[in-house]
């Protein structure tokens, strides 16, 4: 984008604060915040005329609107769609000196902020420049930070005292997206369990020989994001079967639809949320001692 252009849809943040009547840190808060829309270019702070009039008026966004504050998730989406990696953490921190505890902080902030950064993508609402394309490139900017708020946050999902039984998740070959396993994985041990999360891409081959290889597994936890890696999903839940045919196996994610659907995939049923998974391992091991 030219710098001509920039100029033209942009104002500084001393702009911005003069606009608004106040001073130039008050501005920078109300960015670092959430609560103002704003976009670091080239190492400045540049805010967009809507932005200040959103700001004015007293929008969701604006800390003066009946005391109303802006939901947690959006003002973290903001602050990752700008590349704020300090704003979304101070976003992350707020919420929970607010009170909202770690399950909600995954579940009711940074999942809705990625579920809308995601559909902001697919409509093209962030292109910042119809000749470079580089929307996805956000999409990936904002994944790294959830991913280090991830790593921040993720040793206090530990439960004290002895472990109930090792769950291992994974993501099949092809299937790329990493943050729905990491976020279920916390949640698993928020419930008490033990977790070996394999990551991403792994081969069905490799998940049965890691079954196999722990002795104390309770549950194994398949997730996909993409229509395209549910055959791999399938043969994931077939290589389990083949090392422990007893062991619980659970299918989840966006394009997992119903129990139905995973069973007719080669799990034993679906789920959720980690909570969700937790009832059904121990409905399972239930079973099995009777
Ligand atoms: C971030 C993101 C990416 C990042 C991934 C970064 C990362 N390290 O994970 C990047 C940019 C790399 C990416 C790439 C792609 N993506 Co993408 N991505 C997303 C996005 C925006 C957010 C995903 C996310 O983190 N969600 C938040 C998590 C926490 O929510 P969740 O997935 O629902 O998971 C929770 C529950 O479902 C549950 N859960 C999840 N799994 C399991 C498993 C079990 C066993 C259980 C019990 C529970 C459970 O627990 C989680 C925590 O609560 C989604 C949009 C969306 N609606 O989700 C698209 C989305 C998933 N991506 C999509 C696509 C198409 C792609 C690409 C093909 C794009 C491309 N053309 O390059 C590639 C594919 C890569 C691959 N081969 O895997 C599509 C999938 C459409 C489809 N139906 O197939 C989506 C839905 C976007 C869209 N609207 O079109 N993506």
């Known amino acids: 984008m ?8 942009f104002l500084t943040l001393q702009e911005a604060a003069d606009e608004l009547g106040v001073h130039y840190m008050t501005a920078y808060r109300y960015v670092r915040l959430g609560l103002m829309d704003a976009d670091k270019i080239g190492g400045t702070w540049k805010v967009s005329p809507d932005a200040v009039a959103a700001f004015r008026a007293g929008s969701v966004r604006s800390p003066v609107a009946a005391g109303e504050r ?3 998730s959006e003002r973290l989406e903001s602050r990752l769609v700008a590349g704020d990696a300090r704003g979304a953490w101070g976003v992350i921190e707020a919420a929970m000196a607010a009170g909202k505890e770690l399950d909600q902080v995954y579940l009711e902030i940074l999942t809705p902020a990625m579920v809308s950064i995601g559909e902001r ?7 910042i420049d119809v000749d470079v394309d580089i929307d996805i ?4 900017r904002a ?12 040793h206090r999902f530990a439960r004290r005292g002895r472990a109930r039984g090792t769950v291992i998740t994974a993501a099949p070959v092809g299937e790329n997206h990493t943050l729905p396993l990491a976020m279920l994985s916390d949640l698993l ?3 008490g369990w033990e977790v070996s999360n394999l990551g991403a891409d792994l081969p069905a081959k490799s998940l049965g020989l890691f079954v196999t290889d722990t002795p104390d597994v309770v549950a194994v936890g398949i997730s996909v994001s993409t229509e395209d890696c549910l055959a791999q999903l399938a043969e994931s839940c077939a290589a389990v079967r083949a090392v422990a045919p007893k062991l619980l196996v659970v299918a989840g994610g966006r394009v997992i639809r119903d129990d139905d659907h995973a069973r007719s995939l080669g ?3 679906a789920a959720t949320s980690g909570q969700q998974m937790s009832l059904l391992i121990e409905e399972h091991l239930a079973t099995l001692q009777k």
């Open 143 to 154: 994944s790294a930070i959830v991913m280090r708020i991830i790593g921040r946050i993720g």
């Open 2 to 9: 030219s710098e001509v252009l920039l100029e033209r849809r």
């Open 137 to 140: 490139a956000i999409e990936h």
């Open 189 to 191: 041990r928020l419930e």
């Open 121 to 127: 993508w697919s409509t093209g609402e962030l292109d």
């Open 70 to 72: 802006a939901p947690w």
């Open 267 to 269: 799990a034993d049923g």
